[in-house]
């Protein structure tokens, strides 16, 4: 299972950030994707998740409304439109899948979104 993320980088209150993930062996389109997020000092925190039936997507609430995830099964890539920055969404993001079975937790080597003046 590898995943790699991509597009995180500086940007300004208010700006916007997109971040891609693309991901490869195993089955991705019945796969459940996340993006989690974690801040200095901080645990990480489950940011977004798009589930494989039906795209069903679910936020973590500060992000609601600024953050959009989609994926695209036929390049099994998974994506977080982050709008409306702030500096409290400075973290290391990172793209998440579990095992089929859900006994285990794959993670890509993170991104880094700052958002600062």
């Known amino acids: 299972v590898k995943l790699v993320e991509s597009g995180g980088g500086l940007v300004q209150p208010g700006g916007s950030l997109r971040l891609s993930c693309a991901a490869s062996?195993?089955?991705?389109?019945?796969?459940?994707m996340s993006w989690y997020r974690q801040a200095p000092g901080k645990e990480r925190e489950l940011v977004a998740t798009i589930f494989s039936y039906y795209g069903t997507q679910k936020y973590l609430d500060s992000v609601k409304g600024r953050f959009t995830i989609s994926r695209d099964n036929a390049k099994n890539t998974v994506k977080l439109q982050m709008n409306s920055l702030k500096p409290e969404d400075t973290a290391v993001y990172y793209c998440h899948a579990p095992s089929l079975d859900r006994a285990t937790d794959y993670w890509g080597q993170g991104t880094q979104v700052t958002v600062s003046s």
């Open positions: 062996g195993f089955t991705f389109s019945r796969t459940d």
